[in-house]
């Protein structure tokens, strides 16, 4: 060893012999490297003669001295110096955790609870501001570098055990724990954004399980996520609650039921019901159109989504009533509008609870824990929830958050033109000067749809309430994976049944459901399938740019709800560039497969090229108190999860982040060329990140933008009411009563001291009926109000996503005959499509006022 010259950075030259014996290399590496190396391998002797017996801690310590001499660092072109250096100090923070075994020996997991519980027994009680001083100081020495593994307070990277078993094998990290280390600073700077107060990411990938948390379980709560932390996963329980169905559906002899039995053959009180007829069809609605998301349902989110978490739909009668009453929507005439579409209809899953009731006998939460959950050991998996068991393990249970802008409100009503428009273009100018300081988290109710209601959960838990972790999560995804994989190897192979080689229930039912999946995709499984079926949305990737500008137009891969929404429409608005655009699974000239020509127009797919192609599930969840997502690629083996526990209505971090993971893993392990190039790897993900960034502030945006034109229109249209004169009967007492629109379906307006209050049901979040500004009928026989509120109002209370920011959705309009009558009731129609209907007392949207003898005013 020597010193080279008087070079301004002092190198010194280290001799090795390469793995060939062939020839000898020399390299030049900085000097703090090789006090490093010293280092490490002083600590591992210094460790494995404290513990004898186990030779981890110096196999961890000479692992991390062989990636930092490895070629990949010498690559300076590469950009990995950083990060090998980092996986060096997460190596050294992995000899200790070993050696002083802070382990949970069945999973290998470090347990930072344990070492911090250890200094705290060592040491008096360290104040808050020195505890988190702590935990800063403990992220910042052993993951001071952002491209690198991280072991942190607010971060555990799983499955140490995967080092001990590749080590000996291979000198690079697993290629999931790779990705999760390149990504983790991008998705935490996504999870400030979103105001996320907490989130646990599961990725599985070829059998193995990592896991990353982040965060706390509450703002109150300084516990930290664990991949058992329990998470209301939102509308990700559809794919649960399909695989249930699949299961009836394979045992018919005890069950009679097909993907093509009509909904009224089991739920008789719907038969003749105008809501369960098809419009594309004029056929009644199938159990196979519930899965499928193909009904004319209308959108009835608005009647039982309310604040403060309560669900007021305690039994499924208020669903098979709507139905009874309502006509079905107009939006889907044609068989083609599902093509690439799906009318999104929580109701749908409500109605299939229902039907596993009537045929089982049992209530579906009973039937779906032991056919599912059970079998899985999916043992933190819950639904229908009472207070009192949620309360027995109150560590185990994430709480629920929503997300505040109110700091940025004032100047956002303020971005106006010249007309008093709200401009798109101030707006960004806004969120630019106010970026990270934007958001502000706070804690609320939990939804009640994971909780029990005196008959047990309400029907809509079977499309929203389940509650789950990851660790829960991957056992499922993983049996859907191994059953759709050996599926399409016998399907290759040409071998018997694959029926014939099940052994479970369900597997079995798993299988019939795929069985019909594959049935419902388009002839050509390799073309641009992105359609919603079983349950489950499906996609194949990548997509072409043809692919995705074909007409009908397909949904972007993994794109879900409001992201998906906002960011189409700042695209559409142009005011973020030519440069934006959804990124995740669309391929572009760069991401092409290597030597393929790119000025030749790319031909139909052949067989060949199926290879290139690949089936995708996916959902997400958005409740109140949580979002969630998940993706799944059955044949690269992969999963990945994400639960969050804050409805971030300003950025949904989860589908989001999950997108991201999805991507890299994808790419990474689909280009040959980056196989064991963490160079390549290291590039390709920092290009995606970039993306993800890019989306991420168009999203939010375009969300502030729409905030602030409804918080504009609101203001600006309406007004708080207003007494005439000269009235005789005080004018409010004539709106006060009960309006129903159908059986258990109705409305209570009471006179408070706020004013007029609107309540749904009766009970609960009680509305601020205002005025309009403008009298619209001179006669007085109409009078026009809404009970939109003001977000600041609105979002401590859970809800405030897309569906609530059009106060159009909200106006009601006051009927009556005569300028001195009563008011005969008002027309609100729910309906976001705001399918057509006739006027006056016949409109299937008039909600009739109610005398105190319960007839009709």
């Not at 019901?273 to 594309?280: N, V, W």
């Not at 893993?665 to 790897?681: Q, R, V």
């Not at 129609?829 to 409109?843: E, I, L, M, P």
């Amino acid at each position: 060893m020597s010193r080279l010259g008087s070079h301004p950075v002092e190198k010194a030259t280290y001799r090795r012999e390469t793995s060939s014996m062939a020839h000898q290399t020399s390299i030049c590496v900085p000097e703090p490297m090789l006090h490093l190396l010293i280092s490490l391998l002083s600590m591992a002797m210094m460790l494995n003669h404290r513990s004898s017996h186990d030779d981890s801690g110096l196999l961890a310590a000479c692992y991390a001295a062989q990636r930092l001499f490895t070629m990949r660092f010498l690559s300076r072109a590469s950009g990995v110096a950083d990060e090998v250096l980092g996986e060096c100090m997460a190596a050294t923070k992995l000899v200790a955790s070993r050696t002083f075994g802070f382990c949970h020996e069945s999973t290998g997991v470090v347990d930072e609870e344990a070492i911090r519980k250890r200094d705290t027994d060592r040491y008096q009680p360290p104040s808050e501001a020195s505890r988190h001083r702590r935990q800063d100081s403990i992220s910042r020495r052993a993951l001071d570098n952002p491209y690198s593994p991280k072991v942190s307070a607010t971060s555990t990277l799983i499955n140490d055990t995967s080092y001990s078993t590749t080590l000996p094998k291979q000198p690079s990290l697993p290629l999931s724990v790779e990705i999760l280390a390149l990504t983790k600073p991008t998705i935490e700077k996504l999870l400030q954004d979103s105001g996320s107060v907490g989130a646990s990411i599961g990725v599985l990938r070829h059998g193995q399980q990592h896991f990353v948390n982040l965060g706390t379980q509450g703002l109150e709560v300084a516990t930290l996520p664990e991949k058992d932390t329990v998470y209301l996963i939102s509308s990700m329980s559809k794919p649960i609650i399909s695989t249930a169905v699949g299961i009836m559906m394979d045992d018919f002899s005890r069950y009679q039921l097909k993907f093509d039995t009509p909904v009224s053959a089991v739920l008789s009180e719907l038969e003749g019901s105008p809501g369960i007829l098809k419009t594309y069809t004029n056929q009644e609605l199938t159990i196979g159109d519930l899965l499928d998301l193909r009904s004319s349902f209308q959108w009835m989110t608005n009647l039982w989504e309310s604040p403060n978490g309560d669900i007021p739909w305690k039994t499924i009668v208020p669903v098979t009533s709507l139905l009874q009453h309502l006509p079905a929507n107009d939006t889907y005439t044609s068989q083609e509008g599902f093509v690439y579409n799906r009318n999104y209809s929580n109701e749908c899953f409500a109605l299939l609870a229902m039907i596993i009731e009537r045929k089982t006998g049992h209530s579906w939460t009973e039937f779906v824990r032991e056919k599912v959950f059970e079998p899985l050991g999916m043992h933190n998996t819950f639904v229908g929830l009472t207070e009192a068991e949620r309360n027995s393990k109150p560590q185990i249970f994430a709480k629920s958050h929503s997300v505040q802008v109110t700091g940025v409100m004032p100047e956002l009503l303020q971005c106006t033109d010249a007309h008093g428009v709200v401009c798109r273009t101030k707006i960004a100018e806004c969120f630019d000067r106010h970026y990270g300081h934007i958001p502000q988290s706070v804690e609320i109710l939990p939804s009640q749809a994971s909780g029990a209601g005196p008959v047990g959960p309400p029907p809509v838990a079977a499309a929203a309430g389940i509650m789950s972790t990851t660790s829960d999560l991957l056992k499922f995804y993983s049996k859907i994976m191994d059953v759709c994989n050996q599926r399409q190897q016998q399907q290759n192979s040409k071998l018997l049944s694959y029926q014939d080689h099940l052994s479970s229930p369900l597997e079995r039912g798993i299988n019939h459901l795929f069985s019909y999946i594959d049935r419902r995709l388009s002839s050509n499984p390799f073309s641009s399938t992105c359609t919603y079926s079983g349950g489950w949305n499906t996609v194949t990737v990548p997509m072409t740019p043809e692919e995705r500008n074909a007409s009908p137009r397909p949904r972007w891969p993994g794109a879900d709800g409001d992201n998906s929404r906002r960011l189409e429409s700042a695209i559409n608005s142009k005011v973020h560039g030519d440069n934006l655009d959804y990124t995740f699974f669309v391929t572009k000239p760069e991401l092409n497969v290597p030597n393929r020509n790119t000025d030749i127009v790319t031909p139909p797919i052949t067989e060949p090229e199926k290879d290139n192609k690949h089936l995708a599930l996916y959902h997400g969840g958005n409740m109140v108190g949580s979002t969630s997502f998940c993706w799944l690629l059955p044949d690269h083996e992969t999963a990945v999860v994400v639960l969050c526990n804050t409805r971030g209505f300003l950025l949904d971090a989860a589908n989001l982040s999950g997108m991201l993971l999805a991507e890299c893993l994808f790419l990474a392990e689909s280009d040959s060329d980056s196989h064991h190039d963490t160079g390549s790897i290291v590039k390709t993900v920092r290009r995606i990140c970039e993306d993800t960034k890019k989306m991420a502030r168009a999203i939010q945006i375009d969300y502030l933008y729409n905030l602030a034109r409804y918080e504009h229109t609101l203001a600006s249209r309406f007004r708080e009411l207003a007494l005439p004169p000269h009235a005789g009967k005080p004018e409010l007492e004539r709106f006060r009563g009960r309006y129903e629109l159908t059986q258990d379906v109705f409305i209570t307006i009471t006179r408070e001291e706020r004013g007029l209050i609107l309540r749904l049901y009766g009970t609960g979040y009680g509305y601020l009926l205002r005025e309009l500004h403008e009298m619209v009928d001179d006669e007085g026989l109409e009078k026009t109000m809404t009970f939109a509120q003001p977000m600041a109002e609105l979002i401590p209370s859970g809800v405030g996503g897309t569906n609530r920011l059009k106060v159009g959705d909200f106006v009601v309009v006051f009927k009556r005959e005569t300028m001195a009558g009563e008011w005969k009731g008002f027309e609100w129609n729910f309906a976001r499509d705001k399918t057509t209907w006739k006027q006056g007392d016949t409109s299937p949207y008039f909600w009739r006022r109610m005398t105190e003898k319960g007839t009709w005013v």
